[in-house]
């Protein structure tokens, strides 16, 4: 209770400050009457405010590390200059790549247009969300480094945010410069296996809340068939865990006798699709809470899996075989037609202020996300202590709904992967 009288206190402070108010003396209240605090209470409740001259507001890290306004002019311009560099660095390398060892085709149709029209000239307070296809670890940068004209893909403002698994970008066995080398590039951690109420999905939304453009697989895997992959119908006396669940992959015949199902295997291919859909429902909480309904594109590629091939019985993926003798170019004997060629195809924008309006209409007003806050706000909402899990936990109702926009996705990512294989073949 202390704490939050004193935040208050402070805040007001601060307003007055912005205001540009001549503050009192120091032995004077600092506070107009309405805001002093009771006679009762002893003077020792009050010894914590700032005299006389208060700091400005800092957000986020920069408030929860109480920087002096020069520290956190250097701090943000070292983290600026730190994504520019992770960014433009990667941007380059990708660009470099997939121009000489291979080569990416874009159709440039309207679709496309309107999703460059959606990242550079979109409401400057509404999210952009961009759903695909997860063929390889190395779609992202592989794949979305590509996206952009390279101007424009080198500037960090116009880049995506992206969410990934930490055991494989944020694993504590990674030395800390490649882990912050991954962060500046725009890329938040997931806990794969949380559920859809963890608090990092909820930081990553807080970006969407800002008016940024966010990434999402929602298959929530890698999958290398020719169809959209995701979850399967498992029998109840099975389990489905990942291959990277385990020290050493089983053989298939320890996994039947285990009960275990491995996604993106041959085995797991053979079951019918999940009654729940094959999408992760996260993107559809995103969705719902966000303050602005963002604009959602889908996309879908194939042609990352000659890079990284996946096993059919493991569903581990690896770098293929032959990758240096396929990089040659061919008069020193490498083949041309062994080279990585990624196709990509944009959908039509999907919309789903039906869906969310009819649920508002029977259950009442969604709760709505903000976007990037301080520490001191968020203290104040309890949100540092687990207290976000009252507004952000989901019911069921709000679950019946996250599962119809993600079925609305599914529908028109399934037709784009379609669609972007049959223009391959």
Partial sequence: MRDLQQIRLRRSLRRLHDQRMVLPPPRRPLLPSAFQPQRQQPHRRISAIP?????????????????????????????SCARGISIGATTLAIRLLMNTYGRYDIVHDGRYEAFLTAVLHRNPHQGLITVSNHRSLFDDPGVVSCLLPLPVALRPKYNRW??????????????????????????????????????????????????????????????????????REVPPDMTCRSSSDFGAVPSSEAQQEGGVVIPATREHKALPPSHRGKLKWGVGKLIAHAPITPKVIPFAHVGMERLLPQDE??????????????????????????????????????TFDDLISNHEAMHGRLWKYSGKVDAEEELERGQSRGGFH?????????????????????????????????RKS
């Fill in 390 to 422: 009252e507004k952000w936990d989901s019911s069921l109702a709000e679950r019946e709904l996250y599962s119809k926009i993600v079925r609305r996705i599914e529908d028109r990512l399934e037709a784009v992967t379609k669609e972007v294989y049959a």
């Fill in 51 to 79: 005299q006389p001259r208060p700091r400005p507001i800092r957000r986020n890290i920069l408030l929860a590390l109480h920087l002096s306004p020069l520290e956190s002019i250097a701090h943000a311009t070292l983290l």
């Fill in 313 to 350: 019985i493991t569903g581990k993926t690896k770098l293929r075989d032959n990758l240096l003798q396929s990089m040659l170019p061919s008069f020193l004997g490498g083949d041309v037609n062994d080279k990585l060629s990624v196709h990509i195809q944009f959908g039509e924008e999907i």
């Fill in 162 to 231: 992206g969410i990934c698994s930490q055991e494989y970008c944020f694993n504590d066995a990674l030395p800390g410069i490649i882990k912050g080398y991954i962060g500046a590039g725009q890329v938040l951690p997931i806990c794969r296996g949380a559920g859809i109420d963890q608090k990092l999905l909820l930081d990553f939304g807080r970006h969407l809340a800002a008016g940024e453009w966010c990434h999402v697989f929602p298959e929530g895997g890698v999958w290398q068939w020719e169809e959209l992959g995701g979850r």
